[in-house]
Every structure is written in C-alpha cells, then in structure tokens.
C-alpha cells in the first residue's frame, strides 16, 4: 500500500505541474477575453469546444483508463513483458476505434452542430462547424495518449502525466497565441489546441516507449485482459447515452441564450476547470493507483466491517484529505469570484461586452459543484479499482437524466444562472446515490458523521470554514473595487486577501488536530 507521505508527494508533483500549466492556461484564457471578448465569435468556439469536449466524454477515454489500469497493474506486477503486450494492443484497439469515430465525425459534423446548437443559425453555425472539424483530429491523439497514462500512471511517473496531459498543451497554447495574436482571427484557436494535445501526445509516447512497447503492434486474438476492458468500458454504453441526451439539452439550452452569454459563462467556467484540473484531477490520478493497489492485495469481501476493509480506510482517507484541500479553494472562488474574473479577463473586449457579472456569478456556482464532484471522482476510483464499474454506470445514467430532465425549465426560469445550477443539482445527487450504493464495507456513510458532531471532522471544517468568511468579510471591504487598478493592483489585492483566507484556516486546523492540515503544513516547511 502507498504511504500517506508518498502519497501526498505524488499529489505536490501532480499539483505543482498543474499549477504550472494552470498559470499559463488563465493567461491563454485572458488573452483570448482581451483579443477576442464574449460575442457571437467566442459563442462559436465554445460551443465547438464543449461539443469536442462531449465527444472526448461519449469515446469513454476516463473510462477507458480507469478499467484498464488495475488490470495493467496486475498483470505489470505479476509479468511486465506481458505488460507491454497488453498495452500495445491497447493501444491499437482503442486507437483505431477512436479513429473510426472521428472520421464519421468530420463527415456529419454539420448534422452533428445542427443537433447539439439548434439555436446557431447563419455564419455562428457555419463557424461553429469549421471549428469543430479543425479539433476533432485530437481525439485520437487523447486516445492513443490515454493508453500511455495507463501505464505510467500505474509505475507512478505522474511527472511525465502531468506534463503531457496539461503543461505541453498549455505552454505551446501561450506561446502560439502571442505569436499569431488575433490577425488569422478565432479560427487560429481552434488549430493551436489541436497542436498542444498532439504535441502532448507525441512527448507521452515518446517518453514511455518502454512501458507500452513499440517493437510492433501485436494479434488482438487470445488476450482476455483486453476483451475485459472491451466489455467493461462499453457497458458504459447506459450511461453515455444518459449523458448524450443530458449534454444535447444542455447544448440546445446554451445555443438560446442571448448573444455572448454563453461564453460569458463559459469564461467562469474556465476557472473552475483549472481548478478541477489542478487539485481533483490530480488526487484522482494518485489514488486510482493506490486503491488498485489495495485492491489487489486485500482479501477483504464487500460485506466487511468498515475498520477491516483496507479499500474503504484508503477512501476515506483521500476524501478527507481532499476536502480538506479543495473547500477553502472552493469558498475562496465563491466569494472572491468578482475579483477573480476582474484580474483574470476584466480588459480588453470583454470588458467591453459587459460580461463580467454573468462570468462570476457563473464561476461562484461552478465552484460549489467543483467541491462535491472532487469527492464523486474518489468514490468512482474506488469502484473501479474493486471492479465495480457497474456502479459507476448506474449512478452516472440516473445523474445525466436527471439533469436533462430540469435543465430546460431551469434555463427559461433562471437563464444561465439555471445552466450552471443544473449541474451543480446533479452533482449533488450523484454524491447522495454512490454514497447509498456503494459497499456498506466503504464507511462512506460516516465520512460526514460521527457520534459526537462537535468533535467530528465535518465540524471542524465548519468552524475553520467560517474563520475564513469572517477574516474575508473584514478585509474586503477596506481595498479597492475589483475592477479599479489595473492588473497590477487587482493582483495585489487578490493575493492580499487570500493570504488572509488561508492564515486563519491552517492555524484552526492545526489547533483543532486535523491531521491532514498538519501534514500539509509539515510538508511545505519540511
């Protein structure tokens, strides 16, 4: 089993990458709000990315990873030549499937745009589909990308993870849009993220060329590894269509929003996929590894007591320290959110187009769900690693479902206050359903509880929690307003109020013995 401190190293080299690229993914974002604004241009290219993005999602690729790294890691440990034979036909199995479904994609993109953007008409639909067309070939680069993570992920080298899935693609993006600027307009962007991912692609083979085993592609026949993966990665097939029908309302209720709306939203968006990226990515990645390691060895049943279960202890362990990591992250987005948005793209057209309110509003609720989804995604590695990808399946399809069922009504209620919520709505439930559906053994049902509440993990949270609203409520109002002091002085006054942000909650969480606060703080002056 992997320590506690491996562990959170293997999550600081994660983090630290994310970091990096995260730095340089907001500068790619504000560049384009200074070049480009919120209008019917950027309408097009988000729309064209949220429905590559939806493509990526339906082809099962997290999916795909999460199946298949315990097997690899099985099968590494017990035979690596095998290993390396599993992999590659892997690697052309899914491969070439991708491929075949990117090819039909760039022949009904039209159809598909026209299905998934009904409200995009004239020259918004005609680049909404140029744009599409120009991304789609990264699929499979993420595809044959994806194969590779399976293995280094499963031999720890989570350095070359990070580095191929988000700093490549995220320095090349910067570096190419500064080159180019706005002179070949909005269709340069859709050609600089083709470039990023299959620059990240060509590095993540080229560096593990030892894992997966080039020699040649071996016969698919006689592996029953791989069929297995094959079987469990398409029952998901339940689930994607759920999502399918879920993201097609979602898109058809974006595409009638008023001009510039939605990228407004989608500029707050970008925050909170940056934070998602850098911290529950980036715990996920770590402990899928560690739970099919657990997982392996444990000889634990599902029916066990929770303090007898190795599975369930090293759950409840990540989520605690997730969340001890990821709430004061997502309160300082949510209250701090106006600020944030102002430094991060309050110049240039977008300030022009008058979109910095929708934007904040549209990142504070996209935070709340960041909070919860970081946890579903644990409950998730935990299942796939005991090979109860069912679950997974089942709780995915009821969550997609239901949100296309209140995304219409609350879209005609609320506008994109609606669009946002939904899915915060659904994350919601998901988090109720895993924690009812999973093995009792887990102990999910205690992670908020305990016997005593005062004393309690949850209540520690809550107090150290609201330490942080009170010191923010004092000091905010004493600097300037977001929008006043160029970038300079919004930066200064951001970092000044989340260096207040944090004091108060690790000196709580320190007094108060949260263990995983401790250990932070141990590791950083360590």
């Known amino acids: 089993m992997t320590s506690a401190p491996t562990s959170l190293r293997d999550a600081g080299i994660l983090g630290g990458g994310t970091v990096v690229a995260a730095a340089f993914g907001l500068l790619f974002q504000s560049l384009i709000s200074y070049y480009f604004g919120a209008g019917a241009e950027t309408d097009a290219y988000f729309m064209s990315l949220v429905i590559f993005t939806f493509f990526s999602k339906l082809a099962m690729l997290t999916q795909l990873k999460s199946v298949a790294l315990p097997i690899y890691r099985q099968r590494r440990d017990a035979d ?92 090349v993006g910067v570096v190419l849009l500064v080159v180019v600027a706005d002179r070949f307009g909005i269709v340069a962007l859709a050609w600089i993220g083709l470039t990023g991912t299959i620059l990240g692609g060509a590095v993540a083979c080229l560096a593990e060329r030892r894992l997966i085993g080039w020699e040649g592609i071996r016969p698919l026949r006689g592996d029953a590894d791989v069929r297995t993966v094959a079987r469990s990665w398409l029952r998901f097939g339940g689930s994607n269509l759920a999502m399918f029908v879920g993201e097609w309302v979602f898109r058809v209720a974006a595409s009638l929003l008023p001009v510039g709306l939605f990228s407004g939203v989608l500029y707050g968006r970008m925050v909170h996929d940056l934070l998602h990226g850098a911290i529950n990515d980036s715990a996920t990645t770590v402990a899928l590894p560690r739970f099919a390691g657990v997982a392996a060895t444990s000889s634990a049943g599902p029916r066990s007591a929770p303090a007898a279960d190795p599975l369930g202890r090293a759950l409840l362990e990540s989520l605690r320290s997730l969340a001890v990591i990821s709430l004061p992250v997502a309160l300082f987005a949510i209250v701090g959110a106006p600020r944030i948005v102002a430094l991060l793209f309050g110049h240039g057209r977008f300030l022009e187009d008058g979109m910095v309110e929708p934007a904040s509003i549209a990142l504070a609720l996209f935070s709340t769900g960041f909070f919860i989804q970081g946890l579903n995604q644990l409950a998730f590695s935990a299942a796939f690693a005991a090979g109860l990808s069912a679950l997974v399946n089942r709780v995915q399809l009821i969550g997609h479902l239901f949100r296309a069922v209140i995304l219409v009504p609350m879209v005609m209620g609320f506008s994109y206050v609606g669009l946002v919520a939904a899915q915060v709505l659904m994350n919601g439930l998901v988090a109720v359903l895993i924690s009812a559906m999973a093995p009792a053994a887990w102990g999910l049902g205690e992670f908020w509880k305990r016997a005593r509440f005062a004393r309690g993990f949850s209540a520690k949270l809550v107090i150290m929690s609201g330490a942080q609203v009170a010191a923010f409520a004092l000091v905010e109002p004493l600097l300037s307003e977001p929008l006043a002091g160029g970038v300079v002085g919004r930066g200064t006054n951001l970092l000044a109020l989340g260096l207040v942000w944090l004091a108060p909650y690790l000196a709580l969480g320190w007094v108060l013995g949260v263990a995983e606060v401790r250990q932070v703080v141990r590791h950083w002056v360590g």
Do not use: H, M, W
């Not at 680049?127 to 070939?137: K, N, S």
């Open 80 to 171: 690596a030549a095998g290993a390396r034979i599993f992999a590659n036909r892997l690697l052309l199995t899914f491969t070439a499937t991708v491929a075949a479904l990117t090819l039909l994609l760039l022949v009904v993109a039209p159809v598909v745009i026209d299905l998934l953007a009904p409200g995009y008409t004239g020259r918004t639909r005609d680049l909404t589909i140029t744009l599409f067309r120009i991304r789609l070939p990264a699929l499979i680069a993420l595809a044959a990308t994806t194969v590779v993570l399976v293995a280094l992920e499963s031999a720890r080298r989570f350095d070359v993870s990070v580095s191929v899935q988000k700093v490549v693609p995220a320095i």
